[in-house]
């Protein structure tokens, strides 16, 4: 996992400079800004590993009904780079083991650094991709608890790596962004996992100098 995070800075230090480099030939304006983001969670799954007792406890959902709440602080050129810092929350209220039943009910907070780039322009429609890695901080079986559940039901932390294709609408002063994408999230950590994957919908807005 630090090779992970290693790869990583290396992309973006690379990005930096890259970017810098570009800037000297010819100038272009940096857009600072902010984001609110709502995400529908596909599928999920979280594995518990316990400390006091060395079980383990699995959770998972398909189809959440409620979405998942987020913000985010960015900053780029927006024609060439992002890079943006990314925090949320779900919340699934039907996420249980049907295998060993223990409790229901999960809760994430998600806390990303991502950097996005086009792949593809047609207007002010784009195609962009993103990579990202940070933590994520994870409890199951919130509720409805059997007396074999694990007994630790705090939280745990998972180091995770996310990957996203964005469609986005990109508007003419480029100080308004709205895109949909498909992401995946994976973590881990000592035993412990963490998956999410589904739809997220964004809309950024910036001012640049």
């Known amino acids: 996992m630090k090779k992970s995070i290693y790869i990583f800075l290396l992309i973006i230090i690379s990005g930096t400079v890259y970017a810098q480099q570009n800037n000297t030939r ?7 800004g902010y984001g609110i983001i709502i995400n529908y969670n596909l599928y999920s799954w979280y594995q518990n590993k ?5 079980s383990v406890s699995r959770s ?4 959440n009904i409620l979405p998942g709440l987020g913000l985010n602080l960015w900053c780029g050129d927006i024609k060439h780079w992002i890079l943006s810092v990314e925090g949320g929350v779900n919340y699934l209220p039907f996420a249980l083991n ?8 999960s809760l994430s ?10 792949v593809a322009k047609q207007k002010s429609l784009w195609a962009m991709l993103h990579i990202g890695i940070g933590a994520q901080f994870n ?18 932390t998972t180091i995770a790596g996310e990957l996203g294709i964005h469609v986005a609408a990109v508007g003419f002063l480029r100080r308004q962004i709205r895109d949909i994408e498909y992401f995946i ?12 994957t589904g739809i997220r919908l964004s809309f950024w807005k910036g001012t640049g100098k």
């Open 60 to 63: 998972g959902q398909v189809l």
């Open 26 to 32: 010819e100038q272009r304006k940096l857009y600072f």
């Open 109 to 118: 907070f998600p806390l990303i650094a991502k950097i996005h780039f086009p």
């Open 98 to 105: 049907i295998n060993q039943y223990s409790g229901m009910g």
């Open 50 to 54: 316990s400390k006091t007792n060395q």
């Open 185 to 196: 999230r994976v973590g881990g950590y000592e035993n412990s996992i963490s998956i999410n």
């Open 139 to 156: 409890r199951t079986d919130l509720y409805d608890r059997r007396n074999n559940s694990v007994q630790n039901n705090s939280f745990f």
